[in-house]
Every structure is written in C-alpha cells, then in structure tokens.
C-alpha cells in the first residue's frame, strides 16, 4: 500500500513515471559527482595524498638552493585592491584586458571586484567577466540598467535608471543582493544623476 501511494507521489510531482524519475535522478546525481570532481580547491589537491607515491629512491630530492632559486608562487588573480571613488572612464581600465588588473563592475554606484568569488566556478569568473566571456560587456562599466532590463544592449550599460518600471528595479535589486553575497566592494563612482 505504501510503495504504491510512493509511485503515485512521484508522479504526481515530477510528471514521471517512477521509473523515469528515479532514472533522471540518478543521472542528476551521477553528473553532479563528475562535475563537483572538476572543481577541486588547489589546497586540497596539493595536500592529498598521491594515488601511487614513489618510491623513496625516486622521489627527487630538493635542495634548500633549488627551492629558493624556483618561481615565486603567483596568485591567478590579484587581490581586490581597495579603489576608493573611481569615475566611469577610470573604471574603463579594469575591463578585464589586462591580466595583472583586477575586473571591476559598478552596480547603483558602488564598484565590485568580480575577478574572482566565493562560489565553486571562482577559477572561471575571470573567463566569465574577461575578455570573450559571455559576460566580458559588463566589465569595466556601470551595468545598473543592463542587469535591471537583463540587456546586452551597449546602451543600457549605464546607471541610469530613470524610467525604469518597479519590476526591473526589483530585478537590480536581486543582482545587486547577489553582488554583495559574492564579491567584495572595492570603491564607489562619484555621486551623479542616475548612480543613486
């Protein structure tokens, strides 16, 4: 009696068979598994054992000389660097173009360093806002209308919000809470009319 008003469940919510949702969930499942392994903090590898260690006689040796003389360890992405107020032309700069900048976005006046983040694709954000990211438009810029209209359109990007209906305005108010969450403020536009 249970396993069938368990069937009956299943179908009700999912629109499946049981069959079919149980299939999915197991391939859901399964493609979680492989992905999240992609996406192994750089600690955590490093301090893992190795599958097959080397025996002692081979492992190489490295002497205090050779360690010292190796390549300074370089941060993939430089630390958010505090900017202070920036105008629209300077923010330009930090367009994602040059590597050894930081990728900035200005959102209602405040500017976000989105170089890198706290969610699990932060080794991707950099081709995400960068140079041929499918959001490299953005960077460098104050995209207040853009994300409140979701426009790709190189004339939203603004902070003009003038005319904007209470349904987009409520739109940037959930990219500008997402914003916060994940990346940290690092300087403010210059108060003008639009960037309030």
Request: hydrophobic share 40%.
């Amino acid at each position: 009696m249970a396993a069938q008003e368990i069937k009956d469940a299943v179908q009700a919510y999912t629109g499946l068979s049981p069959a079919a949702a149980f299939t999915v969930l197991a391939l859901m499942l399964a493609t979680y598994l492989i992905v999240s392994t992609l996406f192994v903090a750089p600690d955590a590898a490093a301090s893992a054992p190795a599958a097959h260690p080397q025996p002692p006689q081979q492992q190489k040796q490295v002497t205090e000389a050779e360690a010292e003389a190796e390549e300074p360890f370089v941060p993939l992405f430089p630390d958010p660097v505090q900017v202070g107020e920036i105008t629209l032309e300077q923010l330009r700069a930090y367009d994602g173009k040059d590597p050894a900048k930081s990728i900035l976005i200005a959102i209602r006046g405040q500017v976000y360093d989105v170089s890198r983040g706290s969610c699990l694709f932060s080794l991707e954000l950099r081709l995400f806002y960068g140079p041929q990211g499918p959001y490299s438009l953005f960077a460098g810029r104050d995209a207040s209308r853009a994300l409140a209209l979701m426009s790709f359109d190189l004339n939203d990007l603004t902070g003009d919000l003038e005319g904007l209906s209470p349904d987009e305005l409520e739109v940037l108010q959930d990219w500008e809470e997402k914003f916060k969450e994940r990346y940290p403020v690092v300087g403010h536009l210059p108060c003008e009319k639009g960037n309030s």
